[in-house]
C-alpha cells in the first residue's frame, strides 16, 4: 500500500491558461473524490468517482472544471481559462466500497498569477 | 443539510500540557464524525473516527474523542501535548451521497505548541 499520490505537488500558471492534475488513488480502491481547499479553510468537496462513473459534482465545479477517471483507476482533473480565484490545494481521495474511510493524497497546490 | 463548526480558529499551548479542540455538528440523521490532522505543505491524515458505540474513541498520537450527541458535539482531547502535534486539525462529518460518504469539514484549528 503506497497510498494515494497526487502531481504535481505544485503547479503556479499564469491567468487563462489550462492546468491538469493527476491523482492515483490506493490500488483496491475504488472511490475517488476531489476536494479543494482554499487558504485558512476546510477542504470542500468538487466530486467523487465509483470506478469510472462520476456520480456527483458540487456546484463549486463550474464549467471550467472537468474530471474524468477514464479506467476506474488514477483520476485528472483539468481547469480550462484558470482565473485567481482558483489559487488553492486540490486535494484526492480514496476509499472502499462501503468504506467508512477516505485516504487523502499530499495534494497539489496551485497558483494562478 | 450538515455542518461542522470548529469554535476556535487558533490554539496556542504549551509543551506537556493538555489541549482540547471543540468541534459542534448540525446533522438531522445520524452521523460518522472524523478528526483529520493536516501537517504544513501536506494533505489530511486520519486522526480518529466515530461510527457508533463507545462514545470515547482513541486514535493515533495519544488523542481521544468525546462524542456527545444531546450537546451535537466531538472535542478532541490530548492530555499532554508534544512539539511535534502542531498542525492543523479539522473536524468532519460524512454525508451520504449515493451510496459514498461526502465529507463536510469544519473551517480548522491551528494548534501551535510553544517550548
Known amino acids: 500500500d503506497t497510498g494515494v499520490s497526487q502531481n504535481p505537488r505544485h503547479k503556479i500558471t499564469k491567468r487563462g491558461q489550462n492546468v491538469t492534475f493527476r491523482c492515483d488513488p490506493i490500488s483496491e480502491h475504488n472511490r475517488l473524490y476531489w476536494y479543494r481547499q482554499t487558504l485558512g479553510q476546510g477542504p470542500e468537496f468538487l466530486t467523487y468517482?465509483?470506478?469510472?462513473?462520476?456520480?456527483?459534482k458540487s456546484r463549486l465545479l463550474s464549467d471550467r472544471f472537468s474530471a474524468e477517471r477514464p479506467k476506474g483507476s488514477f483520476s485528472t482533473l483539468e481547469i480550462q481559462r484558470t482565473e485567481q480565484g482558483d489559487s488553492a490545494m486540490y486535494l484526492c481521495?480514496?476509499?472502499?466500497?462501503?468504506?467508512?474511510?477516505?485516504?487523502f493524497g499530499p495534494g497539489t497546490r496551485l497558483t494562478v498569477l | 443539510a450538515q455542518s461542522v463548526t470548529q469554535l476556535d480558529s487558533q490554539v496556542p499551548v504549551f509543551e506537556e500540557a493538555p489541549v482540547e479542540l471543540r468541534c459542534n455538528y448540525s446533522s438531522s440523521v445520524s452521523v460518522y464524525l472524523f478528526w483529520y490532522v493536516q501537517y504544513p505543505n501536506q494533505g489530511l491524515q486520519l486522526l480518529l473516527k466515530?461510527?457508533?458505540?463507545?462514545?470515547l474513541v482513541k486514535g493515533i498520537n495519544g488523542f481521544e474523542a468525546e462524542f456527545n450527541k444531546s450537546q451535537t458535539s466531538f472535542h478532541l482531547r490530548k492530555p499532554s501535548v508534544h512539539i511535534s502535534d502542531t498542525a492543523e486539525y479539522f473536524c468532519?462529518?460524512?454525508?451520504?451521497?449515493?451510496?459514498?460518504?461526502?465529507?463536510?469539514f469544519g473551517q480548522g484549528t491551528r494548534l501551535t505548541i510553544n517550548p
Open positions: 481521495a480514496s476509499s472502499l466500497v462501503g468504506g467508512d474511510t477516505q485516504y
Open positions: 468517482f465509483q470506478n469510472e462513473a462520476q456520480l456527483e
Open positions: 466515530y461510527l457508533s458505540g463507545s462514545t
Open positions: 468532519a462529518v460524512s454525508v451520504t451521497v449515493l451510496g459514498a460518504q461526502k465529507l463536510v
